[in-house]
């Protein structure tokens, strides 16, 4: 198996994980509408979609600027989810 192969599946494998994440948060945020959880759920499809897009990237050093601007996307959901969840009040 070539390292190219390996580093694919993996990639393949961290995307379905995160992919899988997403849902276990859309599961809680359906049983509570926290809005905390809705925003994790979307930064992890996003982390997902990251993963799908590094797995089939190939090569040069310019195509690792779309990952990197779609972390950036997921981590900026997450941190909107936090200021969200901060700024209201609790019951």
Known sequence: MSVETLLVFLNGALAAAAGIGGLFFLRFWRDTHDRLFLALALAFWTLALNWIVLAFATGGDISLVVPHAIRLVAF??????IADKNRRPTK
């Open 76 to 81: 900026l959901i997450i941190l909107a989810g």
